[in-house]
Nanobody, 126 residues
Framework: QVQLVESGGGSVQAGGSLRLSCAAS????????MAWFRQAPGKEREGVAYINTDSGNTYYADSVKGRFTISQDNAKNTVYLQMNSLKPEDTAMYYC???????????????????WGQGTQVTVSS
């Protein structure tokens, strides 16, 4: 049974940092591709960072490039999202998601993700 458990959210002031963690279990870690999505109130869920846990390749939404870093720890079956220089517009519920390899699909097409965590709230005040 695949499980994704996020942690690390919280409240920070603009310019601050947070690190989110997503602990995965129930499958071979390198067999899934993983991403972080976020959803603000009244908005659609959007992808922010993606990592191919087999190759290590990463992709970022333009809105977070240069500020967010996605990484993995294979020994802990965990994916991280380091968020620096946070802005009020980064406020959202952040979700970890996993999918098998889907050739040709956008890395941020949420319809292709089979497994989701419960989410962790990030609030950035100005």
């Amino acid at each position: 049974q695949v499980q994704l458990v996020e942690s690390g959210g919280g409240s920070v002031q603009a310019g601050g940092s947070l690190r989110l963690s997503c602990a995965a279990s129930g499958y071979t870690f390198s067999s899934m591709r993983m991403a972080w999505f976020r959803q603000a109130p009244g908005k659609e869920r959007e992808g922010v960072a993606y990592i191919n846990t087999d190759s290590g390749n990463t992709y970022y939404a333009d809105s977070v490039k240069g500020r967010f870093t996605i990484s993995q720890d294979n020994a802990k079956n965990t994916v991280y999202l380091q968020m620096n220089s946070l802005k009020p517009e980064d406020t959202a519920m952040y979700y970890c998601a996993a999918r098998t390899s889907v050739p040709g699909a956008s890395v941020f097409d949420r319809r292709t993700y089979n497994y989701w965590g419960q989410g962790t709230q990030v609030t950035v005040s100005s």
